[in-house]
């Protein structure tokens, strides 16, 4: 049971004595003793990240691999999952399945579409990553993006009105769950006004409790309501202290309040009574900074699981053999958990109970009759489908957002200067205006390094300019246009 209760990353392995933070081989195939992990610790999912997937050969044959190991020892199928958010957050390869432009720039389109690009795109990305043999995303999500300095969520939000956000993301949930992929809700209780990273740090959200109701919680409230709630719902690595001001000693001797993830108030007390969740909670990735820096591992997956989440997510990493001999002695602590009472031995059944019920509901045992090499190469002929880049280029144009003009647009000229954050957004710039405008005269200026001297001065000055900013505090991607 309490494999079932365990999602690990397999990103990186080495088996040649490679110190586990020095580890950058990649798992693209999977090592026997990957294998033998899942195996004996009957494990219940994984998560898989850019540096495991290649090409489409690989990704399918890496994911049957785990699975065979499952169906050869009779043990529980795995979840399979991913972050194909889009936008920002995109694990595949952009030439396997459509990136799309993000759930703000699915927000933009709510005036005019309403939620059919919401609709559209989840049911595009679930279908795609189903193709490939994932089951699972971690997607979407719908913090409320209140805080324009937010450095995590910013474009990765919908939208900063939480009615727009509710709307849209349980738009999202049911279009990608009605494609046989399961979704998972997140960030609860809400990641929108923060200032701080819980990658990084431990984030803290002093709204009242009204303020949590009316904004936080009601993305979250309307999808669980709703006709299709979402298969799981992924846990914060934040404060609410309105919610929950428990304290707890952490491992640097300070006391510190407690982060959603590890709070029964809220996981149990909020999500499952007060809303009335009845799916799986599983925690955001346990090795982040906002869990890490305060418990150590054992501490922190007891801890999680005595606050009602079904499944910690990356609770141990393994990067070598030194790693699997530390993984089983804290699954050992696991087991003793369980035995002197730490681990609630009902509550542990009642959680796997919910976990079967969901891989039984999408069908995770049916592994189908056609061979693996029939199945790559039918996939390989299909993705990317056709369907969802029209439908990349539709939202991008529908996204089109006009803060201001002063007497500039539309643009007629075909003399464009560029200044771009990095070489990559020059190249794509002048591939676009290469497709859409042939003949344009296209200068960029990359800033990955800062220019000598002043080469503005020798711009053309007929010339459209052009400056693409993304930045982790910039609320949106903005393309600001100026003649010159």
């Known amino acids: 049971m309490l494999g079932q209760k365990l999602m690990l990353d397999f990103r990186y392995f080495c088996n040649d004595g490679t110190p586990s933070e020095d580890c950058q081989q990649a798992v693209t195939e999977l090592p026997p003793e990957l294998a033998e992990v899942l195996r004996s610790g009957a494990i219940g999912g994984v998560i898989v990240f850019a540096e495991n997937l290649e090409t489409t050969p690989q990704i399918m044959s890496l994911i049957d691999a785990m699975q065979q190991v499952m169906r050869k020892h009779e043990l529980p199928p795995l979840f399979i999952a991913l972050d194909q958010e889009g936008g920002r957050v995109a694990r595949l390869p952009d030439d396997i399945v459509t990136r799309f432009s993000g759930n703000m720039a699915i927000g933009a389109t709510y005036p005019n579409h309403g939620t059919l690009f919401a609709e559209r795109v989840g049911a595009g990305i679930g279908k795609a990553v189903k193709m490939l043999g994932f089951n699972l995303n971690f997607a979407p999500t719908v913090d409320v993006n209140v805080n324009p300095d937010n450095p995590v969520i910013n474009v990765r939000s919908y939208g900063e009105d939480a009615g727009l956000v509710a709307a849209l993301g349980q738009a999202t949930v049911k279009a990608m769950q009605a494609q046989g992929v399961m979704s998972a809700l997140k960030h609860f209780p809400?990641?929108?006004?923060?200032?701080?990273?819980?990658?990084?740090?431990?984030?803290?959200?002093?709204?009242?409790?009204?303020?949590?109701?009316?904004?936080?919680?009601?993305?979250?409230?309307?999808?669980?309501?709703?006709?299709?709630?979402?298969?799981?719902?992924?846990?914060?690595?934040?404060?609410?202290?309105?919610?929950?001001?428990?304290?707890?000693?952490?491992?640097?001797?300070?006391?510190?309040?407690?982060?959603?993830?590890?709070?029964?108030?809220?996981?149990?007390?909020?999500?499952?009574?007060?809303?009335?969740?009845?799916?799986?909670?599983?925690?955001?990735?346990?090795?982040?900074?906002?869990?890490?820096?305060?418990?150590?591992?054992?501490?922190?997956?007891?801890?999680?699981?005595?606050?009602?989440?079904?499944?910690?997510?990356?609770?141990?990493?393994?990067?070598?053999?030194?790693?699997?001999?530390?993984?089983?002695?804290?699954?050992?602590?696991?087991?003793?958990a369980v035995e002197d009472g730490a681990i609630d031995f009902t509550q542990l059944q009642a959680s796997v109970a919910r976990i079967a019920e969901l891989k039984e509901q999408y069908g995770l045992q049916a592994t189908g009759n056609m061979p693996l090499a029939e199945r790559i190469e039918n996939v390989e002929k299909r993705l990317p489908l056709a369907a969802n880049k029209r439908?990349?280029?539709?939202?991008?144009?529908?996204?089109l957002t006009k803060v201001f003009d002063q007497g500039v647009l539309p643009v007629t000229t075909n003399k464009w200067q560029l200044v771009m954050p990095d070489t990559l957004r020059c190249q794509a710039f002048r591939q676009a205006f290469a497709a859409q405008q042939p003949g344009s005269s296209v200068d960029c200026l990359s800033l990955s390094e800062l220019p000598e001297g002043t080469p503005w001065q020798d711009w053309d000055p007929n010339a459209t300019l052009v400056i693409g900013d993304i930045t982790p505090i910039i609320v949106s991607l903005k393309w600001v246009v100026w003649m010159i």
């Open 190 to 336: 809400g990641h929108g006004d923060t200032h701080v990273d819980s990658h990084t740090g431990l984030p803290r959200v002093d709204h009242d409790r009204a303020t949590i109701d009316a904004v936080d919680l009601l993305p979250f409230k309307r999808s669980i309501a709703s006709s299709s709630p979402p298969a799981m719902i992924m846990t914060a690595h934040i404060q609410y202290p309105q919610l929950d001001d428990t304290t707890f000693i952490a491992t640097d001797g300070e006391p510190t309040i407690l982060p959603a993830t590890m709070s029964h108030k809220i996981l149990t007390g909020v999500l499952r009574q007060e809303l009335g969740y009845q799916g799986v909670i599983v925690t955001d990735a346990l090795d982040m900074a906002g869990i890490a820096h305060y418990f150590d591992p054992l501490a922190a997956t007891i801890q999680t699981f005595h606050a009602g989440a079904d499944i910690a997510l990356m609770p141990y990493t393994i990067r070598n053999n030194d790693d699997i001999a530390g993984f089983w002695q804290y699954f050992a602590g696991l087991e003793r």
């Open 391 to 399: 439908l990349e280029r539709e939202l991008a144009a529908a996204a």
